[in-house]
T-cell receptor, first 110, second 111 residues
Framework: EDQVTQSPEALRLQEGESSSLNCSYT??????LFWYRQDPGKGPEFLFT???AGEEKEKERLKATLTKKESFLHITAPKPEDSATYLC???????????FGQGTRLTINP | DADVTQTPRNRITKTGKRIMLECSQT?????MYWYRQDPGLGLRLIYY???????NKGEISDGYSVSRQAQAKFSLSLESAIPNQTALYFC??????????FGSGTRLTVV
């Protein structure tokens, strides 16, 4: 069974304090790993898709990396507006759906 | 206008009532999905559709039904609502290989 585990459940940082969020996964052949951002009361917003180990993608202060077992979302010099829940999801080859992790709730204090 | 619009945004209903959640999209995507989100359980797939004539059950379809009225419209129904269907419901469309676009969600409370 495909599974996604995110850690930590919650993370509180000071503005400018860099850190990483983890997404560990088990899947029967990876088609893609997805990162989303979700603000309170809103739907998840697409950030990145990673397809193969070693791949990296960046967007502003965020960088996502992928290995055969996990993905990291690195946040460099975060700002309060980066506060949100970050969701990781995987799609297996031949599967029609995404399997989501429970998310990491990130809070950036000014 | 939002790419994926869900109505209503919030709904309180009584146990045993029939309720319909509606979703419409302007992205022109064929693939549409319904998920529910519960604290601690993440997003779970209820139903999905790859075109107007294609409807598929997800992992938690019991107690739910769907209708794909057109490429742009995908509705979720609870035939007889029960309290454990209280959750946040999301509709999404898929741009193949480029992730999902989610609506803003419907917060449903069954009392």
């Amino acid at each position: 069974e495909d599974q996604v585990t995110q850690s930590p459940e919650a993370l509180r940082l000071q503005e400018g304090e860099s850190s990483s969020l983890n997404c560990s996964y088990t899947v029967s052949g990876l088609r893609g790993l997805f990162w989303y951002r979700q603000d309170p009361g809103k739907g998840p917003e697409f950030l990145f898709t990673l397809y193969s180990a070693g791949e990296e993608k960046e967007k502003e202060r965020l960088k996502a990396t992928l290995t055969k077992k996990e993905s990291f979302l690195h946040i460099t010099a975060p700002k309060p507006e980066d506060s949100a829940t970050y969701l990781c999801a995987v799609q297996a080859r031949g599967a029609q759906k995404l399997v989501f992790g429970q998310g990491t709730r990130l809070t950036i204090n000014p | 206008d939002a790419d994926v619009t869900q109505t209503p945004r919030n709904r309180i209903t009584k146990t045993g009532k029939r309720i319909m959640l509606e979703c419409s999209q302007t992205k022109g995507h064929d693939r549409m999905y319904w998920y529910r989100q519960d604290p601690g359980l993440g997003l779970r797939l209820i139903y999905y559709s790859f075109d107007v004539k294609d409807i598929n059950k997800g992992e938690i379809s019991d107690g739910y039904s769907v209708s794909r009225q057109a490429q742009a419209k995908f509705s979720l129904s609870l035939e007889s609502a029960i309290p454990n269907q209280t959750a946040l419901y999301f509709c999404a469309t898929e741009d193949r290989g480029n992730g999902y676009t989610f609506g803003s969600g419907t917060r449903l409370t069954v009392v």
